[in-house]
């Protein structure tokens, strides 16, 4: 036997061990007792979120004497109309010198070759072999010519000003490897668009401009990020093996000692998922990098080079796995409630209904407590809101709502599955 399938069969008997240990701990635990500790973990986070927010300030850095030559990295694969508006918007960013475009189609099987044959003004490189983005990132890279290089996802659309709001924080200090902006839902129509409309208010807006303010943010997202050259050489490039490369070339950074910076006016549109199923499929792409990329960087983890790895990756690693207990919390209660049913119409069957207490006197702290944790949701996606320049009253109420009592169980659930698939060793590709 070698030494991988070694490690794998180590791999999923330490899961089985996690998984079985996890049970029987719901089982023997009162469920009380466990919902009150990942309760607690919610709001420490969601407290040190506020506080963050609160303490945060913002400046928009003067306009360089000298603006920097760019150059922009668009990886596109089987991206249809989209790419075609992504080149539009790209060409249309105001920027004091002329912009490099480069356009990598990674070997696409819809006509994307085709498309890009009739567009002037780019510059495009047409891969034989599909080799996953990260690679066609690399070899935009190696094309460009530009000490900044940004990088462009083909279903994104930037604001004509995201450049020149962006790149002067490169010229306030020499450790800034990278800069990012917020990322908005494109055209949030459907229900599902809404949800993640929602979500991304407080992930890459209020989250972002957080663990921004504590030099801690975890990507550079896809649809528009910044980076120096400088830094993307000592990096080595995008890692090809992962399959969110945003996420593991911001870890390595930070282990260079490079600061990324959010932009919170740089806006850029991005589509999402219209079905649960590519919802589902998109997610578990991210969580599975993300596994990936804690992995990785595992020894870094309490190290002294800063805030990111000496607090927030393990504050990040506890509440991923406290997604675990969530979900076998949920399928206990769920057994409960459904074994609960059948015993109260037995009941019912044999007593008068003036014989049921009316408001269970324990009910009284648990219906406060979950209204305590309604209102700091909610404060947190007033906040996301904010922080990404939407209007509150822009948002779906029905949106809202379902993100708010649905969505976590469906993403603990897409965490269950990738962690499951990352260590039976099922791999993923873009």
Same mark, same amino acid.
């Given at each position: ?56 300030? $913002? ?17 596109? $694969? ?328 649905? $969505? ?23």
């Amino acid at each position: 036997m070698n030494a991988s399938f070694m490690r794998r069969m180590m791999a999923v008997a330490l899961y089985s061990v996690f998984l079985i240990g996890a049970y029987t701990l719901i089982q023997v635990i009162p469920t009380l007792w466990i919902s009150f500790g990942l309760s607690i973990l919610f709001l420490y986070f969601s407290c040190l979120i506020l506080l963050g927010f609160m303490e945060s300030s $913002y400046a928009q850095p003067s306009p360089p004497k000298k603006w920097p030559a760019l150059s922009i990295v668009v990886p596109a $694969y089987n991206r249809g109309k989209s790419l075609e508006k992504c080149i539009h918007h790209l060409k249309a960013m105001k920027y004091p010198h002329k912009v490099q475009i480069i356009v990598v189609n990674d070997a696409s099987t819809d006509p994307t070759k085709e498309f890009l044959s009739t567009q002037k003004g780019i510059i495009t490189v047409n891969l034989e072999k599909n080799g996953g983005k990260a690679h066609a990132i690399n070899v935009g890279i190696g094309k460009a010519t530009g000490e900044l290089i940004a990088v462009v996802d083909g279903d994104s659309y930037p604001n004509p000003d995201c450049l020149m709001r962006m790149v002067p924080h490169f010229m306030t200090h020499h450790t800034i490897g990278a800069v990012t902006g917020v990322v908005r839902v494109n055209n949030p129509h459907g229900i599902l668009q809404q949800i993640q409309d929602v979500e991304y208010g407080i992930g890459f807006g209020l989250y972002n401009t957080v663990l921004s303010h504590f030099d801690s943010l975890f990507v550079t997202p896809g649809p528009l990020s910044i980076y120096s050259r400088e830094a993307l050489q000592k990096t080595g490039g995008f890692d090809s093996q992962c399959i969110t490369e945003d996420m593991e070339i911001t870890f390595h950074l930070h282990q260079l000692g490079y600061s990324i910076i959010l932009e919170p006016s740089a806006q850029i549109y991005s589509d999402v998922p219209e079905t649960i199923q590519h919802l589902f499929k998109q997610r578990a792409r991210w969580s599975r990098g993300g596994l990936y990329t804690l992995y990785k960087y595992r020894h870094e983890f309490f190290s002294e080079k800063g805030p990111f790895f000496g607090f927030f990756v393990p504050v990040k690693f506890v509440l991923d796995f406290s997604a675990v207990f969530f979900l076998l919390l949920l399928g206990r209660l769920a057994w409960g409630i459904l074994s609960g049913v059948g015993g109260t119409f037995h009941t019912l069957s044999t007593i008068s209904f003036e014989a049921l207490p009316v408001i269970p006197i324990y009910l009284n702290s648990s219906l406060l407590f979950m209204l305590i944790m309604l209102g700091i949701t909610g404060i947190l996606i007033f906040l996301g809101a904010r922080a990404s320049g939407k209007k509150t009253r822009d948002l779906s109420i029905l949106g809202t709502l379902l993100f708010i009592f649905a $969505y976590g169980s469906f993403i603990v659930v897409v965490y269950f599955y990738s962690v499951t698939k990352a260590v039976m060793g099922v791999g993923e590709k873009w």
